[in-house]
């Protein structure tokens, strides 16, 4: 199994990124999925997160309104649009791969996870 998400970069604020999830070796189409992110120093929080189908989608209060989570089951894969990226959104950001259909806004309900991909937004 391995998730692999890319997409990140250097930008300023105010700038849009999006950034993708591949998904190999499993059923994706199945699986609810879920965005995190760690930033320096701090501990791994949740960011958004879809279930199998795509039609219910959770968002973390920081995010919403400018982030929207999405996915497609026919590529095996999930995006994360990120809109008017502000300093303190700087992070790594991590896919996740749940065992469960339904999404989750815990660390604990996804058991496959990406390497990670980084987001500098500078001010």
């Known amino acids: 199994v391995q998730l692999q998400a890319c997409g990140g970069g250097l930008v300023q604020a105010g700038d849009s990124l999006r950034l993708s999830c591949l998904v190999f070796?499993?059923?994706?189409?199945?699986?609810?999925m879920g965005w995190f992110r760690q930033a320096p120093g701090k501990e791994r929080d949740f960011v958004a997160a879809i279930d199998w189908s795509g039609e219910n989608t959770y968002y973390a209060d920081s995010v919403k309104g400018r982030f929207t989570i999405s996915r497609d089951n026919a590529n095996n894969i999930m995006f994360l649009q990120m809109n008017s990226l502000k300093p303190e959104d700087t992070a790594v950001y991590y896919c996740a791969a749940s065992m469960l259909a339904d999404a989750a806004t815990i660390m604990s309900h996804y058991r496959d996870w990406g390497q990670g991909t980084l987001v500098t937004v500078s001010s």
């Open positions: 070796g499993r059923s994706f189409d199945s699986s609810a």
